[in-house]
């Protein structure tokens, strides 16, 4: 069975970082590209990164560009999100998603909130 | 990059079928056929119901179909269910690895 776990989200002030996790189990992780997609309270899903199986390229949305970096660990099948200069509309659902051919997310983690509070 | 272009709400009756489009760009939408559709309930995260277009994942019903004309893209329900009622987003592969959502569409069963 596939499951996305992701953790690490939680309240930060703007202005501060946080890394986002998300642990894969189930499927051939290093296979699959890997994207972050957000979802603002009560708001449409935002591409946030992506990340090919071998981590070399990877992708950002305009409005992380510069702020926030993806990684990849396939020896721990586990994903990354470095997320700095956070702002409040930062504040969002942090979904993982595996990608087994092009723009086909077909699994999702659970979600992860990060609040920035001002 | 603009997200795609989608109505906010749709509705029909059981039964009814209900189209909800998706325009983009000559640079997303008309450039390549990934385009891909998912379904999300209150509180859960998406499901794909649709990929490059009109292909279906197994288990989603052939009542969800998808087509695409020039910058835009359709998802069509046919004979809608209760179930069926929930938040309706388009993507679409957008060149390299960089993908774009629509602001989505909430679908209402009567």
């Known amino acids: 069975e596939v499951h996305l776990v992701e953790s690490g989200g939680g309240l930060v002030q703007r202005g501060g970082s946080l890394r986002l996790s998300c642990g894969a189990s189930?499927?051939?992780?290093?296979?699959?590209?890997m994207h972050w997609v957000r979802q603002a309270p009560g708001k449409g899903l935002e591409f946030v990164s992506s990340?090919?199986?071998?981590?070399?390229?990877?992708s950002y949305g305009g409005s992380v560009q510069g702020r926030f970096t993806i990684s990849r660990d396939n020896s721990r099948n586990t994903l990354y999100l470095q997320m700095g200069s956070l702002r409040a509309e930062d504040t969002a659902v942090y979904y993982c998603?595996?990608?087994?051919?092009?723009?086909?997310?077909?699994?999702w983690g659970q979600g992860t909130l990060v609040t920035v509070s001002s | 990059q603009s997200a795609l272009t989608q109505p906010p709400s749709a509705s029909g009756s059981p039964g009814q079928s209900v189209t909800i489009s998706c325009t983009g760009t000559?640079?997303?939408?008309?450039?390549?056929?990934?385009v891909s559709w998912y379904q999300q309930h209150p509180g859960k995260a998406p499901k794909v119901i649709i990929y490059?277009?009109?292909k279906r994942p197994s288990g989603v019903p052939d009542r969800f179909s998808g087509s695409k004309s020039g910058n835009t893209a359709s998802l069509t329900v046919s004979g809608l269910q209760a179930e069926d009622e929930g938040d309706y987003y388009c993507?679409?592969?957008?060149?390299?690895?960089?993908?774009?959502f629509g602001g989505g569409t909430k679908l209402t069963v009567l």
């Open positions: 000559s640079s997303d939408v008309g450039a390549y056929n990934y």
């Open positions: 998603a595996g990608d087994s051919r092009v723009n086909y997310f077909d699994y």
């Open positions: 993507s679409s592969y957008a060149g390299g690895i960089y993908v774009i």
């Open positions: 189930g499927f051939p992780f290093s296979d699959y590209t």
């Open positions: 990340i090919k199986g071998n981590g070399r390229i990877t």
């Open positions: 490059e277009v009109s």
